[in-house]
């Protein structure tokens, strides 16, 4: 006998997975450079130069025994102090190293915060559309997930749907931006709206609301667009970030938590951070790479790459007469199907041989995320396949 619900989630794939792999298959039938797979987020821009020269470094010149040694399981002092200082002087804000946890990546900053944060039968609301996997990961908890659906004219918060969507178990809510997948980064006015209905809420049900804010994107943003610090917004905060955008490095598994020092019991929700980072046996994120991120800090690998893709495809497309928002940051662009079945839609899409990402699973269905993290030759041959795909729809009309 196993658990049920885990053999679930390990015997059918998410949809992006799925996609992924069918993709690998069809490059090996008809060779790679003839399939336009747009399904994953795995960045295509390498590493920052220094990323390498620091690791070959540390290998050279450090005692092999202690770097490849355990550190602190909540991580090493010296980075977590080197964190704390490089936040504060960037966003001007009180940053204490004693309550940074060090994580493998933001999937696992995401799971450690809420199962430090939730009982079975909370509420956790999602901004949607969302990353499919929050789902998995607030579920496995034993808590609900809430999605409340954004203006999908912006993909801006609507703060009465939010109010609605409160009760009196709510106890988090997860915010991504720049997110993933509509490439909206939230405007100061978003933030100080989410803030203002957290404070009321918390304030209504005598406990805290906590604001989960999931950060991979943060540093990918295009022209003078603001991405504001959320601790300064809002107190009840916890940042989840991750190397794995920014430096192009998801492989190698590397984040860390921040609790706002300003936070309501700030040392014991950092207690309940370091209790399920121990439960879930993620103590001690990868020793090698947690010892590269002081000599990193503020690097991002080439995303000027990024922005040529963004204003390529999305100009391109809204020519052939697709409707999408310009993404301000990350590297996604959602666009409104063809047709209201987006699964269809993306079946047809394949015809073209584009692999693109059905959005049922962001819960925002009728849409498709297409990851314009890859080549921008890739981008430039497969326009040709979007403008038959939309005329193919446009010739039934
Ligand atoms: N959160 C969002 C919004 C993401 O898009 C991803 C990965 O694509 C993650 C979290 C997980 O990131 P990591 O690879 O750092 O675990």
Do not use: W
């Not at 950092?270 to 879930?280: E, F, K, M, S």
Request: hydrophobic share 40%; aromatic share 10%.
């Amino acid at each position: 006998m196993v658990n049920e619900k885990m053999r679930g989630l390990g015997a059918c794939r998410s949809v992006i997975r799925e996609l992924f792999e069918y993709g690998k298959k069809r490059k090996a039938e008809i060779g790679a450079e003839n399939v336009f797979d747009f399904s994953i987020g795995n960045p295509s821009v390498p590493s920052p130069e220094a990323v390498n020269e620091t690791l070959v470094g540390l290998l050279r010149e450090r005692d092999a025994v202690s770097l490849h040694g355990y550190t602190s399981a909540q991580g090493d002092v010296g980075v977590r102090r080197a964190i704390a200082d490089y936040v504060a002087s960037t966003h001007g804000a009180t940053v204490d190293p004693d309550l940074i946890y060090l994580t493998v990546g933001a999937a696992a900053s995401l799971t450690v915060s809420l199962t430090a944060l939730l009982e079975a039968g909370d509420e956790v609301i999602l901004l949607a559309p969302f990353f499919p996997e929050y789902r998995v990961f607030v579920e496995r908890t034993g808590a609900v997930a809430v999605p409340v659906l954004c203006n999908t004219k912006t993909f801006q918060p609507d703060f009465e749907a939010l109010r609605a969507a409160i009760t009196k178990k709510t106890r988090a809510i997860i915010v991504n931006s720049p997110n993933n997948p509509t490439g909206a980064v939230l405007t100061r006015e978003s933030i100080e709206g989410i803030a203002k209905v957290l404070e009321e809420a918390s304030a209504a049900n005598g406990a805290p609301i906590y604001l989960i804010a999931d950060e991979p994107y943060r540093e990918l943003v295009y022209g003078d667009v603001e991405v504001p610090y959320l601790p300064h917004f809002y107190r009840n905060t916890l940042v989840c970030y991750s190397f794995s955008k920014s430096l192009s490095l998801p492989g190698e598994r590397i984040g860390y938590i921040l609790v706002s020092p300003q936070a309501d019991d700030a040392v014991a929700v950092y207690q309940a951070v370091c209790g399920a980072g121990r439960a879930l046996g993620f103590v001690c994120a990868p020793a090698l790479f947690q010892y590269m991120i002081p000599s990193v800090l503020g690097m991002t690998s080439d995303i000027s790459i990024y922005d040529r893709n963004r204003r390529l495809l999305y100009d391109a497309l809204t020519e052939y007469g697709y409707e999408a928002v310009k993404p301000d940051g990350a590297f996604y662009l959602f666009v409104k199907a063809l047709e209201e079945d987006a699964n269809a839609f993306c079946e047809r899409a394949k015809q073209y041989e584009l692999l693109l990402v059905p959005s049922d699973s962001f819960g925002c269905p009728g849409y498709v995320r297409i990851s314009y993290c890859v080549t921008t030759e890739q981008i430039q041959k497969s326009l040709p396949a979007f403008k038959r795909l939309a005329e193919s729809y446009q010739a039934e009309k």
